[in-house]
């Protein structure tokens, strides 16, 4: 927030005008009120605009000889350094269209000559009290997108700096929060016996409170008991967050077991958006289906049916959040499914790094100028080996 020095300040009113007797008498009404600086001419104005001990009002004459008071305020309002202190033109032109113009320059308000004391100490008063309230919201937006950050770097923290090795399997990742914090996740834990837990996550809603929770589910997870299946870990998962998190939030969240040496993930879904594979052996992409259960934190003692995929040599698995597929164009288009497993067909036979460049630049290609809405997670495994020449493996129930 504003210090109190700063917010005991007294602010500073530039009195742009050629005429001494009118400086005389704004100077004089302005006693007590600010501090009162005199410019006499529009170049004078904007050295002193420029200058390190800006004003936080300007009175600016319309009629000046040389360079006239619309031409400044245009200089003001086109520098970033000006741009946003406010400008009442003072001038004996009284006609609309004298008034359209300064106001289309920028200018916020407009006082006519013979100037009135009460209106021109009324007016001054007003727009330093917008003044100073609009430097208290940016100090405080400030200080708020310090903490939000903050809030960003705390869960970047949690998430892999850098994938670990898993024997036989290639891995990529990417994660992109919408605003400066988000409520994804994804990891890779190592398991006994060689397995790997896979997942991703995804808490609804954005910003700040996403966050946390995600942070929360995150270490929830490492709590998990290491023998229990993948299903079991979602249900784990589930009752400890209806137990402890207080909120109206939900998490979405595939988790699956990673077995290297039998090439087979088994896995579970809350809610979430089902993996995808693509094949070597015949090229295309299938989605892994698994009955799971409804998201995290919604419903007590929810169990999780699960699914099971062989991965054989070559082929390629991608987790994703719906950040992904719902990401919308400046037409509101969204980026869907079908696009993300034609992203994944062109590119997985180059690897899992290849396939992760391919969906992001399709993605990015697709949304364009649009600001993303939701925040993006992608994980990709490619399991080594050289590929088969035919056959094709499906999901099984388990």
């Keep these: 927030m504003m210090d109190a020095a700063a917010a005991e300040r007294k602010q500073t009113v530039l009195i742009v005008d050629d005429a001494p007797e009118n400086i005389a008498v704004i100077s004089s009404l302005l006693k007590g009120v600010c501090r009162a600086r005199v410019a006499t001419s529009g170049e004078k104005a904007l050295e002193m605009a420029y200058s390190a001990d800006p004003p936080d009002l300007i009175l600016l004459d319309v009629m000046m000889p040389g360079m006239d008071g619309y031409e400044v305020c245009r200089r003001l309002k086109a520098d970033n350094r000006t741009r946003n202190i406010p400008v009442i033109f003072l001038t ?24 009135s004391p009460p209106i021109v100490l009324a007016r001054v008063k007003t727009h330093l009290n917008l003044r100073r309230a609009s430097e208290e919201l940016r100090a405080a937006y400030e200080d708020l997108d310090r903490e939000f950050r903050s809030v960003g770097d705390v869960q970047a923290s949690l998430l892999p700096e ?12 990417h994660y992109r929060p919408a605003r400066r914090a988000g409520g994804d996740a994804f990891d890779l834990i190592p398991l006994p016996k060689g397995c790997w837990g896979v997942g991703v996550s995804d808490v609804s809603g954005h910003g700040a409170p996403s966050a946390v929770i995600m942070a929360m589910a995150h270490i929830l997870l490492y709590t998990a008991p290491a023998q229990i299946s993948a299903g079991q870990v979602l249900s784990y998962l589930n009752d400890a967050m209806v137990s402890h998190i207080r909120s109206d939030r939900f998490v979405t969240a595939c988790y699956g077991i990673l077995d290297p040496a039998a090439r087979a993930f088994t896995f579970s879904s809350a809610g979430h958006p089902p993996p995808l594979l693509w094949k070597a052996g015949s090229g295309l992409v299938e989605e892994c289906v698994a009955e799971g259960g409804p998201p ?7 169990t999780y049916g699960e699914a099971a995929v062989a991965i054989a040599p070559g082929d390629v698995l991608a987790l994703y959040t719906d950040g992904i597929t719902e990401a919308a164009n400046s037409a509101g288009e969204m980026f869907g499914v079908s696009r993300l497993k034609k992203a994944l067909e062109s590119s997985a ?3 899992a790094h290849a396939a992760l460049s ?4 399709a993605l990015d290609a697709h949304r364009g100028a649009a ?24 999901a099984e129930t388990v």
Excluded: C, N
């Excluded at 032109?93 to 100037?115: C, H, M, N, R, W």
């Design 162 to 173: 850098r994938l670990p090795g898993i024997p036989g399997f290639e891995a990529a990742s």
């Design 349 to 351: 036979p180059q690897g």
């Design 371 to 394: 600001e993303l809405a939701d925040d993006v997670t992608l994980l990709v495994l490619r399991s080594k080996g050289s590929a088969p020449t035919e056959g094709k493996v499906h």
């Design 358 to 361: 391919a969906i992001l630049g």
């Design 296 to 302: 995290l934190a919604m419903l007590a003692s929810s």
């Design 92 to 115: 004996a032109k009284s006609e609309v269209a004298d008034e359209q113009k300064g106001f289309t320059l920028g200018a916020v308000d407009y006082i006519t000559k013979p100037i």
